[in-house]
């Protein structure tokens, strides 16, 4: 079969090389200029780093097996991280149990019961007992009112903003269960990330299915995904005229129609944005379409600051601070060395927010310039000749917001029209969307495509 995929990140390359597996030829689609969509990277003192923070947990097995696979499985360290809060305007330690008892912003008796609730999600393995309640509400009930609003309220709003009353427990335990899974012991959790970056390994698979035979077609947007009689039969790109359309018009792989490049396909598998595929192919039935339309994302903006001195001694440091305009400051070099930054030290300032917020559409300048003051609560010793340079990602369909009763809503990887199938992360369930499982559904979506499930 000749299989169309559309969208070159984590699923859009891992469903790629799959499908190469299994003998099909494979045409990928990527609308940027560059492979690793999400994980895509940009060059800090030298070193690529993701423009996004990323790290993977010890129970990622999938990804640590496909980097592995590619041959980069010396590059991959395990380190011990220091995750902390920044809560009553000072930063607090908070991995090991003694931590919690020495987190002031709350009551004694609420720290006890934090503990407890924390310790019950960690052991309690199924994610189904959960389902059809909200996280505010488990929260609250079993953690407490005051752990709620000291901790858990500023994280859900931080990253969901008004749509955090809406999430789903179920969720939000498998989460915990994950993160604590990532701990040898009670004293230390530990973080892999791959020397070099993640982005080494989205590069070898573009490298490997190219190699393997794949046409892929960057800075190439799909607007149009053909259906005939309830069947995708290929995908249409603007604008016929370039060096690359004119080698697929050459190679009998695609027609030239009007000012668009059509590529017949016998399947066509969608790694894009539920509402990006709802935009491509208006044929999908209503029930479906209703899902797509259900599936929601925040957007996020990551700003990387390269920094002269350490801001905190903290990797992970969760703001509860709701007038900071961050929810959580990831100090990367207190992860790795500062030495592969040219001896600077990187931060990332990741701020989740709504597509429509004026900060969200605001100049670069202006959300640099509401960040600064902020940063010397954090260190009071900062001072803004320590930023030596500094950029800013934005993300529209960042984080998926996942509700109760979520696994009713997930659209079907094969949609109603024979031969589409779409994944993306809205359809990682119960756990939270990351490169792991990004993986796992775009080799599964491959499978389903090629008739192999
Ligand atoms: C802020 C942030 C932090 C994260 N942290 C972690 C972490 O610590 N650990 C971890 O494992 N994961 C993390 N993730 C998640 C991880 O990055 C994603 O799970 C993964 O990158 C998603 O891959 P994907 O292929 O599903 O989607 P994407 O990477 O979004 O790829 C989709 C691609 O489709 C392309 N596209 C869209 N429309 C079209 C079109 N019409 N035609 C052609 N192409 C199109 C896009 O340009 C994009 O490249 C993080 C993500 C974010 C945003």
Redesign the pocket.
Known sequence: MRIAV???????LTAAQELLRLGHQVLL????GHL????RTVDIEGTPLEC?????FTN?TI?EGLIDELGLGEKLRWVPSRVGFFCNGRVWDFVTPADLLRFQPLPLVDRVRLGLASVYLQRQADWRAFEGYTAEEWLKRWAGEQAYRVIWEPLLYGKFGDAAPSVGMAWFHWKMRLRFGSRRGLAKEYLGYLEGSFGQVWQRLAARIATLGAHVYTS????RIRVQDGRATGVEVPPADTAAMGEAFAAGLAERVGESAFFPADAVIG???SP?LLR?APELPEGYTQLLAGNRYQA?M?MILVLKHPLTDIYWLNITDRAMPFVAVIEHTNLMRTEDYGGKHVVYL?NYINREAPLYQASDAEVFASYLPHLSRINPAFRQDWIEDWRLFR?D???PIITTNYPGKIPPLATPISGLYM???TQVYPED??????VRI?REVARLAAGQT
């Open positions: 559309l969208g070159g990140g984590a699923a859009g689609f990527e609308r940027s690793g969509g999400q994980l996004f923070y990323h790290h993977i990622d990804i190439t947007q799909v607007n790694t894009i944005p990006v491509l996020v990551c990741s993300e369909a960042a984080q994944a993306n992360n969307r990351g490169q792991n499982y990004s775009g």
